[in-house]
């Protein structure tokens, strides 16, 4: 018996999921493209873990894709940006900026000058369009509800935001494989 592709990785993934095996379900999730964890990208965000967010995203969209990927890709690396000057890491923050942030200049480069000179402030939330910053608790939660609104609307993710629902054979062999011994 065949299974199609995406009914394979559903059942693999069902199978990780049932024997603990997140990390190993993550990467299949970002390798194969074929469904996007939202609530594991959200505790990436909340945690402010924004390589790993940013890596898992790239599993499912670039940057160039469309608006809304351009967006998403924007506003993570912002909110990293912002933590690290928060801290007081200023090198730190010249490397985010001339790294990660710089390929935003082409679609709005005063605002990429703006956050340049950001460093130059002690307190960016001095800036008159940070003023509502808040803590960085708050923060990520209000950045990644504006992330996932750019998530729900971008065409690249339709269909990918539940697991894939495979038929009651590829059931049968799911429940076979998570009664495994591991």
Same mark, same amino acid.
């Given at each position: 018996m065949s299974y199609p592709r995406k009914d394979c990785v559903a059942m693999i993934l069902k199978f990780l999921e049932d024997k603990n095996f997140e990390e190993t379900a993550h990467t299949l999730e970002r390798e194969s493209g074929l469904f996007f964890n939202l609530e594991?990208? !959200?505790? *990436?965000?909340l945690n402010g873990e924004w390589n790993e967010a940013e890596k898992y995203m790239s599993g499912f969209?670039?940057?160039?894709?469309?608006k809304f990927s351009t967006k998403i890709y924007f506003e993570m690396r912002k909110q990293k940006y912002l !933590?690290? *000057?928060d801290k007081r890491e200023h090198d730190k923050a010249v490397e985010i900026l001339s790294n990660d942030l710089k390929?935003?200049?082409?679609?709005n480069s005063e605002l990429y000058k703006e956050?340049?000179?950001l460093i130059t402030v002690d307190d960016f939330r001095?800036?008159?369009s940070l003023t509502k910053y808040g803590d960085t608790r708050s923060a990520r939660a209000s950045i990644f509800r504006e992330i996932k609104?750019?998530?729900e609307a971008n065409p690249v993710f339709q269909g990918k935001l539940r697991v894939p629902a495979v038929d009651a054979r590829v059931g049968q062999w799911s429940l076979q494989m998570s009664n495994l011994q591991i």
């Amino acid at each position: 018996m065949s299974y199609p592709r995406k009914d394979c990785v559903a059942m693999i993934l069902k199978f990780l999921e049932d024997k603990n095996f997140e990390e190993t379900a993550h990467t299949l999730e970002r390798e194969s493209g074929l469904f996007f964890n939202l609530e594991y990208f !959200e505790e *990436l965000a909340l945690n402010g873990e924004w390589n790993e967010a940013e890596k898992y995203m790239s599993g499912f969209t670039k940057i160039e894709d469309n608006k809304f990927s351009t967006k998403i890709y924007f506003e993570m690396r912002k909110q990293k940006y912002l !933590e690290t *000057l928060d801290k007081r890491e200023h090198d730190k923050a010249v490397e985010i900026l001339s790294n990660d942030l710089k390929v935003f200049a082409q679609y709005n480069s005063e605002l990429y000058k703006e956050m340049a000179l950001l460093i130059t402030v002690d307190d960016f939330r001095k800036h008159a369009s940070l003023t509502k910053y808040g803590d960085t608790r708050s923060a990520r939660a209000s950045i990644f509800r504006e992330i996932k609104k750019g998530i729900e609307a971008n065409p690249v993710f339709q269909g990918k935001l539940r697991v894939p629902a495979v038929d009651a054979r590829v059931g049968q062999w799911s429940l076979q494989m998570s009664n495994l011994q591991i």
